[in-house]
T-cell receptor
């Protein structure tokens, strides 16, 4: 079974630009969540989607947005990039729902974003 | 709000020895899940072990085991027979049983394995 796939793996953007990152979850997983990892702030929760609906959102500005498609694939978008947005963006998927196994998330390899 | 604290930024262990990584958390909830994730230099986060708070028995996965002390809100990870491949960042994480669907991570412990 294929794991969580994130694209692109590496990208460099200029301040003020916008970026879209993509995440394909493990087959059968309906929940996708996004995390930002930086040396200073650690792993910070961005948002989580389940069946195309955002279930929860972290404390990030409105420049960070996401969506989920009917096939459970998810995208996150960051508009008006700032230098501080440079980070590893991790996507994770889970079955979702209230089952024990549904509460475990599995991560992709991440997308490295550098803003210059 | 829930918090997760890993007080050891870095730990070292000799190959084949045993090491314990500490994690404490704060919550007012009675039902929740706790996890340990490993992040090697490749940055791929890998699930190491999971514990359901309602289970009194400590979880075990091969050389990895936890010491879950619910009253003390402590969740330590013990790695036995340490191997070079165990070198990585280890993150402790908390998830509510219901309600919010986000994981709260600790700041991580970097584990070095000495040959």
């Amino acid at each position: 079974k294929a794991g969580v796939t994130q694209t692109p793996r590496y990208l460099i953007k200029t301040r003020g630009q916008q970026v879209t990152l993509s995440c394909s979850p493990i087959s059968g997983h309906r929940s996708v969540s996004w995390y930002q990892q930086t040396p200073g702030q650690g792993l910070q929760f961005l948002f989580e989607y389940f069946s195309e609906t955002q279930r929860n959102k972290g404390n990030f500005p409105g420049r960070f947005s996401g969506r989920q498609f009917s096939n459970s694939r998810s995208e996150m978008n960051v508009s008006t990039l700032e230098l501080g947005d440079s980070a590893l963006y991790l996507c994770a998927s889970s079955i979702g729902g209230g089952t024990e196994s549904g509460n475990t998330i599995y991560f992709g390899e991440g997308s490295w974003l550098t803003v210059v | 709000a829930q918090t997760v604290t890993q007080s050891q930024p870095e730990m070292s262990v000799q190959e084949a020895e045993t090491v314990t990584l500490s994690c404490t958390y704060d919550t007012s909830e009675s039902d929740y899940y706790l996890f340990w994730y490993k992040q090697p230099p490749s940055r791929q986060m890998i699930l190491v072990i999971r514990q359901e708070a309602y289970k009194q028995q400590n979880a075990t996965e091969n050389r990895f085991s936890v010491n879950f002390q619910k009253a003390a809100k402590s969740f330590s990870l013990k790695i036995s027979d340490s191997q070079l491949g165990d070198a990585a960042m280890y993150f402790c994480a908390y998830r509510s049983y219901s309600g919010t669907y986000k994981y709260i991570f600790g700041t991580g412990t970097r584990l070095k394995v000495l040959a």
